[in-house]
């Protein structure tokens, strides 16, 4: 099996662990720019996709956000099927058009959103499927301090500080809309937001505030880059009881403080194996991935507020 990577930062280097870790009979290539960049242990860098020779069986998009368009395209034509970093791209423009052009090309796409396989999520996806629970109201919160995503950088150089290079809270946790609409569905409206003036000064929304509204309940969705102390909390309110997610503590309690459902010992580092293992599960076995491009896409109108 042949995987290419587009981008090989911190992100990539997780999916490459994650290869590994699988241990599939991988060769893995890395599309480089710079003819001096430091080559990885197991990775083998090309410069020019032009003239390759060599047959990909398909291509992971971890390159910086406002770039996937690019090569989504390129790789599209070329026929080769995609693993897509979330979120798919940075910006609607011209949307409709890849969307088309993967369909006409009939390439398999995934867009790589790895909280749909941490086990809370997956634990509320098949309750949600066998109990008939009313939902009175949702709260989602995400949020943590963008200064200490980066060990040892200035965190105003990332792309998450730079609305330019495709950041922004409401693209980086992009996790939370995507995993409410996974579990709950598209809602008929939504409201939003987004905001840039907290003491962080940076030029990409560091707040978000997304107001989803469904059939029988409303679910509030609040991301931001400047909690010190990071929170990852779904709260969902029923008749008669209230279940809280902790997604940091992987687990499940209700109104009692009674646990519902813990996983103890499981770090979000398996996610990235997780999903990666399905994904190439649903390429041998000829299967059509979830969270396609297009999927992904009309998720990513509400993330953009572009209804």
Same mark, same amino acid.
């Given at each position: 099996?042949?995987?290419?990577?587009?981008?090989?930062?911190?992100?990539?280097?997780?999916?490459?662990?994650?290869?590994?870790?699988?241990?599939?009979?991988?060769?893995?290539?890395?599309?480089?720019?710079?003819?001096?960049?430091?080559?990885?242990?197991?990775?083998?860098?090309?410069?020019?996709?032009?003239?390759?020779?060599?047959?990909?069986?398909?291509?992971?998009?971890?390159?910086?956000?406002?770039?996937? !368009?690019?090569?989504?395209?390129?790789?599209?034509?070329?026929?080769?099927? @995609?693993?897509?970093?979330?979120?798919?791209?940075?910006?609607?423009?011209?949307?409709?058009? @890849?969307?088309?052009?993967?369909?006409?090309?009939?390439?398999?796409?995934?867009?790589?959103?790895?909280?749909?396989? &941490?086990?809370?999520?997956?634990?509320?996806?098949?309750?949600?499927?066998?109990?008939?629970?009313?939902?009175?109201?949702?709260?989602?919160?995400?949020?943590?301090?963008?200064?200490?995503?980066?060990?040892?950088?200035?965190?105003?150089?990332?792309?998450?500080?730079?609305?330019?290079?495709?950041?922004?809270? &409401?693209?980086?946790?992009?996790? =939370?809309?995507?995993?409410?609409?996974?579990? /709950?569905?598209?809602?008929?409206?939504?409201?939003?937001?987004?905001?840039?003036?907290?003491?962080?000064?940076?030029?990409?929304?560091?707040?978000?505030? !997304?107001?989803?509204?469904?059939?029988?309940?409303?679910?509030?969705?609040?991301?931001?880059?400047?909690?010190?102390?990071?929170?990852? =909390?779904?709260?969902?309110?029923?008749?008669?009881?209230?279940?809280?997610?902790?997604?940091?503590?992987?687990?499940?309690?209700?109104?009692?403080?009674?646990?519902? /459902?813990?996983?103890?010992?499981?770090?979000?580092?398996?996610?990235?194996?997780?999903?990666?293992?399905?994904?190439?599960?649903?390429?041998?076995?000829?299967?059509?991935?979830?969270?396609?491009?297009?999927?992904?896409?009309?998720?990513?109108?509400?993330?953009?507020?572009?209804?």
């Amino acid at each position: 099996m042949n995987v290419l990577i587009i981008g090989l930062g911190s992100i990539a280097k997780k999916h490459i662990t994650a290869l590994q870790s699988l241990k599939v009979d991988a060769e893995i290539y890395a599309l480089r720019s710079n003819l001096n960049a430091v080559s990885e242990e197991d990775v083998e860098n090309i410069y020019d996709l032009e003239n390759n020779t060599v047959v990909f069986d398909f291509a992971i998009i971890s390159n910086p956000t406002n770039l996937h !368009y690019k090569y989504i395209e390129k790789l599209a034509r070329r026929g080769i099927p @995609l693993f897509i970093e979330k979120p798919a791209i940075h910006s609607l423009e011209n949307s409709k058009e @890849l969307v088309q052009l993967i369909e006409d090309k009939k390439i398999v796409t995934y867009v790589a959103c790895n909280l749909r396989f &941490h086990p809370c999520i997956a634990f509320l996806k098949k309750k949600l499927e066998i109990e008939p629970l009313r939902v009175n109201e949702l709260n989602v919160y995400c949020g943590s301090y963008l200064p200490d995503w980066r060990s040892g950088k200035d965190f105003r150089t990332i792309y998450s500080a730079n609305a330019s290079m495709g950041g922004g809270v &409401h693209l980086d946790l992009f996790h =939370e809309l995507d995993y409410t609409t996974w579990l /709950f569905g598209l809602p008929s409206k939504s409201k939003s937001i987004l905001r840039n003036s907290s003491s962080l000064e940076i030029d990409a929304v560091d707040y978000a505030n !997304y107001l989803l509204e469904y059939d029988s309940f409303t679910a509030n969705v609040v991301l931001n880059y400047y909690r010190r102390k990071p929170k990852r =909390e779904i709260e969902i309110v029923l008749d008669e009881d209230t279940l809280t997610v902790d997604l940091i503590k992987n687990e499940i309690k209700n109104d009692a403080g009674e646990y519902l /459902f813990q996983a103890i010992d499981f770090s979000v580092k398996e996610t990235y194996l997780l999903q990666l293992e399905y994904f190439i599960g649903c390429l041998k076995n000829n299967q059509v991935p979830m969270n396609s491009f297009a999927a992904s896409v009309e998720i990513l109108k509400i993330c953009l507020n572009d209804e």
